[in-house]
T-cell receptor, first 112, second 112 residues
């Protein structure tokens, strides 16, 4: 069983399109995150949700909208995709106050 | 966020021990020292973490300086599968401050 799973694994789309990436964790964690890894391999946090409540929003453009329907899911919707959005997006989860984070395998988004 | 400094790259021979250093001179009293690694084309993977005392687990050991301004990740017997980028991260333990802020990490190359 995969602890943190993301879909799709690869996503190729044209500029201006809207797309979503889904993330699910089966670890019973209460906190989930989205990270972006750019072409230079820098990993940067975008959002964090705790029990469906947004707690971290790291100056990400409004075109990015996370949605947490329940604490096991954190989806990322991106409007009006731009070339600069091309990156690998990682979802992660952890339990607040203890332990460490588990990461998904990533979604490679390519905007053409 | 308190910052960490790591060498950009290191090499080690297979089956030899590896010592990966990390400096974190501005660490606060409540920051935990976390180590993650990222194998090629995978998401980050937790390795080990500690607060003040040295820690051991099945993957590695973590040696923390007495003043906590530096730490060393020790892989006791490196294998080719340990080739990865290793990240030393300071993680707060307060609500809303549990994000992982990744630096550039150390790219570890294992020589057969």
């Amino acid at each position: 069983d995969t602890a943190v799973s993301q879909t799709p694994k690869y996503l190729v789309t044209q500029m201006g399109n809207d797309k979503s990436i889904k993330c699910e964790q089966n670890l019973g964690h209460d906190t989930m995150y989205w990270y972006k890894q750019d072409s230079k391999k820098f990993l940067k946090i975008m959002f964090s949700y705790n029990n469906k409540e947004l707690i971290i929003n790291e100056t990400v453009p409004n075109r990015f909208s996370p949605k947490s329907p329940d604490k096991a899911h954190l989806n990322l919707h991106i409007n009006s995709l731009e070339l600069g959005d091309s990156a690998v997006y990682f979802c992660a989860s952890s339990q607040r106050g203890r332990g460490h984070a588990f990461f998904g395998q990533g979604t490679r988004l390519t905007v053409v | 966020d308190a910052k960490t400094t790591q060498p950009n790259s290191m090499e080690s021979n297979e089956e030899e021990p590896v010592h990966l250093p990390c400096n974190h001179s501005t660490i606060s009293g409540t920051d935990y020292i976390h180590w993650y690694r990222q194998l090629p084309s995978q998401g980050p993977e937790y390795v080990i973490h500690g607060l003040t005392s040295n820690v051991n687990n099945r993957m590695a050991s973590l040696a923390i300086a007495e003043d906590r301004k530096s730490s060393t990740l020790i892989l006791h017997r490196a294998t080719l599968r340990d080739a990865a980028v290793y990240y030393c991260i300071l993680r707060g333990n307060n609500f809303g401050n549990e994000k992982l802020t990744f630096g550039t990490g150390t790219r570890l190359t294992i020589i057969p």
